[in-house]
């Protein structure tokens, strides 16, 4: 089967398409440099292809490529054709997690990616166990499993449900987070854990503190022995049940965590007690059972409680949707569930209650505060046309809306999506992290298991070595090495988004307070994006009516900021509308359409002279609308020039401002827009800019991209439409306008929902406090371990005080992450 246009491949999926570059995801490549070097070797020899370089370990081909010589369609088709021929691999399964199966149908799915929450992850040893796992599977091309936020993103030619039947192999819990609505029964478990760790905790601590009151007093008497057995038997069974239960599950696994080190000298104090009361000997360590447990499940409820703290920016978003919705029966009002209502439904808002879901209004005047989505305080009068967005909350005003997307196509869910695909997302710096954390616990065992024989081989008694041993596996901590990175980027992306900057990947995060060059779009991003139509000339034969008529309709399918306001401008002198018969849009020029019989370009100038257009009659008039600062912009029909628009768009009342706090940074503010030189410079002079490129073509922002990067720059890129696409997705932190096209956004790094471009300094120095509490964080991990083992290895650290300083080193990463809350 041949590649279909829409770019949909048998063998593999395209993730990203621009005009001379492709990139696939082809899971037969996955792990097998040498089927990939094949591959860019046939692929090479192809007339239009330019580049190619593949990514084994993550299935990825990127193909640089001429689409004059070879279109898009015909490499696509190509490309499968040799993936075909490259053959399959064995498509197999983990069966208990160990055990590989062949599996039956998956090789005929297309790549998919899931968002699923885990539970029973009781450390950040938990999730590099399950994503290792996940990782082994060849039908997942990739797996993220984040213990800070307790949530799994896995992609890969597979099931949904396979997936949470491998997670649940291992001795976890996987649930679904496709709608709001799961993401809420999420929340109501946290809650739920949150209560039952904390009765957990004060069952423990209670009981405890008289088996260590009794441990202290060293009594004789086989009455007190049996009394500490009694109260240590339902702290050990009940409250540290789950320790056993989960290092159980794991050693079938052949696998270890923190709750194995726990299970471990929990087991052997308690076990050895019990042998100990019952021959009759004394040296019981039930103190020293009960108090460790005391203290971990004390640590990890207010670990649980912290990281409540931390997310309260998801948290804060989903609680934004309401549970109900009024729908519209005709006359009839009817309450229904959020879940229940569809696309085109009719809702009624009255008063101050939440939009549902996104929508149109149809009917009714009210304003809406949509701080929580865009950051913007001051509330957005809303009539009819207008937008709603989900999770909005109305003023004073009744509003009838229809419905145009519900559950995880709408706003909130998207920007819920970016937040948590950030908050999951690893930095460089995470990858170290794990390999150490990975070999921490078994190295752990084995350092504990040489302390007990090197305290016996110098004559101590078995009491002692036995002490040293259980406080070296109660010290270590990789908890606290596995949550400073996460933790803290989950933090910074929660306060982004507080501040209405949704953040696509934790990467981004990191690199923004790097960047040495930021460049701006003009149209829409450093302006207002809400032109208006100031100049209307007209050359040719046809009416002026006659000539709006036809450009309103040709422009009706562009998305431009341009575009619509030639439309509204046409709307506004009463045009009829007219059959479009054909429409192209070609980014950063302008659009190509067949209007009731007439040919029409609309663009700028050097797109209709490109076009054989002589456009000598108005070029004195253009130059004069561009010294003004106004945009010209060119329509001619049927080859020739028929008119000349004069549009103004203002910048926006803080651009000046922006520009100058990036400024400070360090930062380098650019200008590459598609408009003529006079009117960028224009706009440039009014908010600060000095370097200015106009007319420029989505591959000459590309190319200029490139270039800076070439000279040693960290680019930033802000944009807001389809023809800044290239730029925003070769830049090193890339920032899409909100309001912009849903093309800029998808490919930027980071949303700025109002179009502030303030945001952006905001983002730089939120990125780097960011850094600086993960580094903050990682010295105090590893210091601490550094420090830990060693002294418990020669015997200074009772098990006691070993597993509270264990707790507390968690607490303190945990606690030092939110300090980011405050900026």
Same mark, same amino acid.
């Given at each position: 089967?041949?590649?279909?246009?829409?770019?949909?491949?048998?063998?593999?999926?395209?993730?990203?398409?621009?005009?001379?570059?492709?990139?696939?995801?082809?899971?037969?490549?996955?792990?097998?440099?040498?089927?990939?070097?094949?591959?860019?070797?046939?692929?090479?020899?192809?007339?239009?292809?330019?580049?190619?370089?593949?990514?084994?370990?993550?299935?990825?081909?990127?193909?640089?490529?001429?689409?004059?010589?070879?279109?898009?369609?015909?490499?696509?088709?190509?490309?499968?054709?040799?993936?075909?021929?490259?053959?399959?691999?064995?498509?197999?399964?983990?069966?208990?997690?160990?055990?590989?199966?062949?599996?039956?149908?998956?090789?005929?799915?297309?790549?998919?990616?899931?968002?699923?929450?885990?539970?029973?992850?009781?450390?950040?040893?938990?999730?590099?166990?399950?994503?290792?796992?996940?990782?082994?599977?060849?039908?997942?091309?990739?797996?993220?499993?984040?213990?800070?936020?307790?949530?799994?993103?896995?992609?890969?030619?597979?099931?949904?449900?396979?997936?949470?039947?491998?997670?649940?192999?291992?001795?976890?819990?996987?649930?679904?987070?496709?709608?709001?609505?799961?993401?809420?029964?999420?929340?109501?478990?946290?809650?739920?854990?949150?209560?039952?760790?904390?009765?957990?905790?004060?069952?423990?601590?209670?009981?405890?503190?008289?088996?260590?009151?009794?441990?202290?007093?060293?009594?004789?008497?086989?009455?007190?022995?049996?009394?500490?057995?009694?109260?240590?038997?339902?702290?050990?069974?009940?409250?540290?049940?789950?320790?056993?239960?989960?290092?159980?599950?794991?050693?079938?696994?052949?696998?270890?965590?923190?709750?194995?080190?726990?299970?471990?000298?929990?087991?052997?104090?308690?076990?050895?007690?019990?042998?100990?009361?019952?021959?009759?000997?004394?040296?019981?360590?039930?103190?020293?059972?009960?108090?460790?447990?005391?203290?971990?499940?004390?640590?990890?409820?207010?670990?649980?409680?912290?990281?409540?703290?931390?997310?309260?920016?998801?948290?804060?978003?989903?609680?934004?949707?309401?549970?109900?919705?009024?729908?519209?029966?005709?006359?009839?009002?009817?309450?229904?569930?959020?879940?229940?209502?569809?696309?085109?439904?009719?809702?009624?808002?009255?008063?101050?209650?939440?939009?549902?879901?996104?929508?149109?209004?149809?009917?009714?005047?009210?304003?809406?505060?949509?701080?929580?989505?865009?950051?913007?305080?001051?509330?957005?009068?809303?009539?009819?046309?207008?937008?709603?967005?989900?999770?909005?909350?109305?003023?004073?005003?009744?509003?009838?809306?229809?419905?145009?997307?519900?559950?995880?196509?709408?706003?909130?869910?998207?920007?819920?999506?970016?937040?948590?695909?950030?908050?999951?997302?690893?930095?460089?710096?995470?990858?170290?992290?794990?390999?150490?954390?990975?070999?921490?616990?078994?190295?752990?065992?084995?350092?504990?298991?040489?302390?007990?024989?090197?305290?016996?081989?110098?004559?101590?008694?078995?009491?002692?070595?036995?002490?040293?041993?259980?406080?070296?596996?109660?010290?270590?901590?990789?908890?606290?090495?596995?949550?400073?990175?996460?933790?803290?980027?989950?933090?910074?992306?929660?306060?982004?988004?507080?501040?209405?900057?949704?953040?696509?990947?934790?990467?981004?995060?990191?690199?923004?307070?790097?960047?040495?060059?930021?460049?701006?779009?003009?149209?829409?991003?450093?302006?207002?994006?809400?032109?208006?139509?100031?100049?209307?000339?007209?050359?040719?034969?046809?009416?002026?009516?006659?000539?709006?008529?036809?450009?309103?309709?040709?422009?009706?399918?562009?998305?431009?900021?341009?575009?619509?306001?030639?439309?509204?401008?046409?709307?506004?002198?009463?045009?009829?509308?007219?059959?479009?018969? &054909?429409?192209?849009?070609?980014?950063?020029?302008?659009?190509?359409?067949?209007?009731?019989?007439?040919?029409?370009?609309?663009?700028?100038?050097?797109?209709?002279?490109?076009?054989?257009?002589?456009?000598?009659?108005?070029?004195?008039?253009?130059?004069?609308?561009?010294?003004?600062?106004?945009?010209?912009?060119?329509?001619?029909?049927?080859?020739?020039?028929?008119?000349?628009?004069?549009?103004?768009?203002?910048?926006?009342?803080?651009?000046?401002?922006?520009?100058?706090?990036?400024?400070?940074?360090?930062?380098?503010?650019?200008?590459?827009?598609?408009?003529?030189?006079?009117?960028?410079?224009?706009?440039?002079?009014?908010?600060?800019?000095?370097?200015?490129?106009?007319?420029?073509?989505?591959?000459?922002?590309?190319?200029?991209?490139?270039?800076?990067?070439?000279?040693?720059?960290?680019?930033?890129?802000?944009?807001?439409?389809?023809?800044?696409?290239?730029?925003?997705?070769?830049?090193?932190?890339?920032?899409?306008?909100?309001?912009?096209?849903?093309?800029?956004?998808?490919?930027?790094?980071?949303?700025?929902?109002?179009?502030?471009?303030?945001?952006? &300094?905001?983002?730089?120095?939120?990125?780097?406090?960011?850094?600086?509490?993960?580094?903050?964080?990682?010295?105090?991990?590893?210091?601490?371990?550094?420090?830990?083992?060693?002294? &418990?290895?020669?015997?200074?650290?009772?098990?006691?005080?070993?597993?509270?300083?264990?707790?507390?080193?968690?607490?303190?990463?945990?606690?030092?992450?939110?300090?980011?809350?405050?900026?």
């Amino acid at each position: 089967m041949k590649a279909s246009d829409t770019g949909s491949l048998t063998h593999g999926k395209v993730v990203h398409a621009l005009n001379r570059r492709v990139r696939i995801i082809a899971p037969i490549l996955r792990k097998d440099p040498e089927r990939a070097c094949v591959l860019e070797i046939l692929l090479q020899k192809r007339e239009g292809i330019e580049k190619v370089r593949t990514v084994p370990d993550i299935a990825s081909i990127v193909i640089h490529f001429d689409p004059d010589k070879l279109p898009k369609t015909k490499l696509l088709s190509l490309l499968d054709a040799l993936l075909a021929n490259l053959g399959k691999k064995t498509t197999t399964v983990f069966n208990n997690a160990t055990q590989l199966i062949p599996a039956e149908g998956d090789e005929h799915l297309a790549e998919q990616e899931f968002n699923l929450s885990v539970d029973g992850m009781s450390c950040v040893s938990c999730a590099l166990l399950i994503e290792m796992l996940l990782n082994r599977d060849p039908r997942i091309s990739s797996a993220n499993v984040n213990y800070a936020t307790e949530t799994a993103t896995v992609a890969g030619r597979t099931t949904k449900e396979n997936v949470c039947m491998l997670i649940g192999n291992m001795g976890y819990k996987a649930q679904n987070l496709d709608s709001l609505a799961q993401r809420q029964i999420m929340i109501a478990r946290e809650k739920q854990r949150l209560i039952d760790a904390r009765r957990r905790a004060i069952l423990a601590g209670v009981l405890s503190l008289p088996v260590m009151i009794i441990g202290m007093a060293a009594p004789t008497s086989r009455f007190w022995h049996w009394t500490q057995h009694l109260l240590a038997t339902p702290i050990v069974l009940w409250a540290g049940w789950p320790f056993f239960d989960k290092a159980v599950k794991l050693a079938r696994q052949r696998a270890t965590n923190m709750d194995s080190l726990i299970a471990m000298g929990v087991g052997a104090s308690y076990g050895y007690s019990v042998a100990s009361l019952l021959a009759g000997k004394r040296g019981q360590y039930f103190d020293s059972a009960t108090g460790i447990i005391a203290f971990v499940l004390i640590g990890r409820y207010l670990e649980e409680k912290a990281k409540g703290k931390a997310h309260e920016a998801i948290r804060s978003l989903v609680d934004l949707q309401p549970q109900n919705a009024t729908v519209m029966h005709g006359n009839r009002k009817v309450l229904i569930s959020v879940e229940q209502v569809h696309v085109n439904d009719i809702l009624l808002i009255r008063p101050g209650e939440k939009i549902p879901t996104d929508g149109i209004v149809i009917d009714g005047l009210s304003t809406v505060d949509e701080s929580m989505i865009t950051g913007e305080s001051l509330p957005v009068v809303k009539e009819h046309g207008h937008h709603l967005v989900g999770g909005c909350i109305n003023g004073n005003g009744v509003l009838k809306m229809r419905v145009t997307a519900v559950g995880t196509d709408t706003v909130l869910a998207n920007i819920i999506h970016m937040v948590d695909q950030a908050q999951s997302s690893k930095l460089p710096i995470q990858k170290t992290v794990d390999r150490i954390s990975a070999v921490f616990v078994p190295s752990v065992i084995a350092v504990s298991s040489l302390t007990f024989l090197a305290w016996l081989s110098v004559g101590v008694g078995f009491r002692i070595a036995f002490s040293n041993a259980v406080a070296v596996l109660l010290i270590a901590c990789p908890c606290s090495l596995g949550l400073a990175t996460p933790m803290a980027i989950m933090v910074g992306t929660g306060q982004a988004a507080r501040r209405g900057v949704y953040i696509r990947n934790g990467e981004s995060l990191e690199m923004a307070s790097k960047l040495t060059t930021i460049v701006f779009d003009k149209t829409g991003t450093i302006t207002e994006g809400k032109p208006q139509v100031t100049d209307f000339i007209t050359v040719a034969k046809k009416s002026e009516q006659r000539i709006l008529t036809l450009v309103a309709a040709a422009e009706s399918g562009s998305e431009h900021f341009l575009a619509k306001t030639i439309v509204a401008y046409a709307q506004e002198h009463h045009v009829s509308p007219v059959k479009v018969e &054909a429409f192209t849009n070609v980014p950063g020029h302008g659009i190509h359409a067949r209007v009731d019989g007439c040919d029409v370009l609309i663009g700028n100038r050097s797109w209709l002279e490109e076009s054989g257009v002589d456009l000598k009659t108005l070029a004195k008039r253009a130059l004069s609308l561009a010294e003004q600062g106004k945009t010209p912009v060119y329509v001619s029909m049927d080859g020739k020039v028929a008119a000349l628009f004069g549009i103004a768009d203002q910048p926006r009342a803080n651009a000046g401002e922006a520009i100058e706090r990036l400024r400070k940074l360090g930062l380098n503010p650019m200008m590459v827009t598609g408009d003529t030189e006079q009117t960028a410079r224009y706009i440039a002079e009014q908010v600060g800019i000095d370097t200015v490129i106009a007319n420029a073509k989505p591959d000459r922002k590309l190319e200029i991209v490139r270039e800076l990067q070439a000279q040693g720059n960290k680019v930033g890129m802000i944009g807001d439409g389809i023809n800044d696409a290239p730029a925003l997705a070769s830049a090193d932190v890339s920032f899409a306008i909100g309001t912009g096209t849903d093309v800029a956004i998808e490919t930027a790094d980071l949303t700025l929902v109002s179009g502030d471009i303030s945001k952006v &300094a905001d983002v730089m120095e939120l990125s780097g406090e960011t850094l600086r509490v993960i580094k903050q964080n990682l010295f105090w991990a590893l210091g601490y371990n550094t420090i830990a083992i060693p002294v &418990a290895a020669l015997g200074k650290l009772n098990p006691m005080i070993a597993s509270g300083a264990m707790a507390l080193s968690s607490i303190s990463v945990v606690l030092n992450s939110l300090r980011l809350q405050r900026k």
